[in-house]
């Protein structure tokens, strides 16, 4: 099925209307996905609901709602939505409450692989090839043929049950070493079959998956990629290898953005977040001996990297060359409406915004009303921990906890920081 090229942003205003493929956006804001963790039965709560509210009341274009697994062990922390028939009402419920609030609202789509793991899943983990975490030093089986074909029906009846809900969008996880971005990765993926060797061969996985949700969803809805320029894992996928990739993805037209990202959460996960690095949040967040390992290693674990702003820009401005279809969607460090009207005028169609958001929900109202705007957000990543339980701003008191977010936070054993201490 043929896509629309993408469009000219040349001299666009990112705060007026734009279009993402047959939807159309107030602005080219989009509100990035950070797993969010108010869904302990895997189905839409309240307090998922008023957290997706506020960002659509607070001006965004769009809000992506993370993470919704495409099976039930498909998970990659407590607490997220699981894309069956069942959580049609929740997901409804909370499409139109963004839209009343005049967002569009997207629904990542993902499959966890080796980032999920046993105690999340309670099953082996599924990898490419035979693969031990560095992180958890957990076992990660090889997938097989026949699973690979059943991931890729999931993701197809994953997307159906967003287009049923009334979503306007779904985000296919392409990227942070989650199970479609380790077969892109030469360390992890080892296979000799079609689907490994070669890049064409390792990104076949990834196309597959995209060609069998716009099957399903037509031009009903939105279908978006989130893939990683580079991984940051030695011997990992690096940028020529996925410019080759996002060329092919181009190529097969089924795409209508792409949203490029970096990092892993499976090895040193700062080199995607920068900043701080919280290692006594996630030592207290993990078990025995997980824990008394972060202690001992853990920046070397999760890696330290200095903040900067737009910081995925250098890699992610490859990439306008040679895509020659598809609207590419700047992440990273974008803290400020300069940013953001930089980065259109360069010639990404969107910017997707996370931490500053979290700290801020009605960050752009305010950034419309005053070009001189920054974020509050100081980066000290302890949100990235809360992930564990309900993903929020620990500087931020009013989003502690919530009728729901209180008990499964709690549940959780992750010991979080008072606002006047983060």
């Given at each position: ?46 307090d998922l609901i008023e957290f997706h509210r506020r ?368």
């Open positions: 099925m043929a896509r629309p090229s993408s469009p000219s942003t040349d001299s666009a205003d990112p705060f007026q209307p734009a279009t993402l493929g047959p939807v159309t956006l107030r602005n080219r804001i989009i509100k990035a996905a950070t797993s969010e963790g108010r869904s302990p039965d895997g189905l839409v709560t309240e960002f659509a009341a607070g001006g965004v274009g769009m809000t992506t709602v993370a993470y919704c697994t495409v099976s039930a062990d498909a998970a990659s922390a407590p607490g997220q939505i699981n894309m069956s028939r069942r959580a049609i009402p929740g997901l409804r419920k909370l499409a139109d409450t963004v839209h009343a609030a005049g967002a569009a609202v997207s629904a990542q789509l993902g499959h966890a692989g080796v980032v999920g793991g046993r105690r999340v899943n309670k099953v082996t983990p599924m990898a490419p090839s035979r693969f031990i975490n560095p992180q958890s030093f957990e076992y990660c089986r090889p997938i097989t043929r026949t699973e690979i074909h059943t991931v890729i029906e999931q993701f197809g009846d994953a997307a159906q049950v967003a287009v049923d809900a009334g979503f306007d969008a779904v985000e296919l996880h392409m990227g942070h070493l989650y199970l479609p971005s380790s077969f892109l990765s030469p360390a992890m993926n080892r296979r000799k079959d079609e689907y490994g060797g070669s890049i064409d061969n390792r990104a076949r996985f990834c196309r597959q998956i995209a060609q069998r949700v716009r099957d399903v969803v037509g031009d009903n809805i939105a279908v978006i990629a989130k893939l990683s320029m580079e991984d940051g894992l030695r011997g990992g996928i690096a940028i020529p290898e996925s410019l080759r990739v996002a060329q092919l993805l181009d190529a097969d037209r089924n795409l209508d953005a792409i949203e490029l990202t970096q990092g892993s959460s499976v090895f040193k996960p700062m080199y995607l977040f920068r900043g701080d690095t919280p290692v006594d949040e996630f030592a207290a967040a993990m078990k025995p001996p997980i824990s008394l390992a972060l202690k001992v290693m853990g920046k070397w674990a999760l890696g330290s990297y200095p903040y900067r702003d737009q910081y995925m820009l250098e890699s992610a401005r490859q990439f306008l060359p040679v895509v020659a279809h598809t609207p590419l969607i700047l992440l990273g460090g974008i803290t400020s409406r300069r940013h953001i009207v930089d980065a259109v005028a360069e010639g990404f169609s969107y910017v997707a915004i996370g931490r500053a958001l979290l700290r801020e929900p009605d960050l752009i109202n305010q950034m419309a009303k005053d070009p001189t705007k920054r974020s509050l957000c100081n980066h000290n990543n302890k949100c990235m921990v809360t992930v564990f339980g309900r993903t929020h701003c620990v500087l931020d008191p009013e989003q502690r906890y919530g009728d729901i977010g209180d008990e499964l936070f709690r549940s959780s054993g992750v010991r979080e920081e008072r606002a006047d201490t983060a």
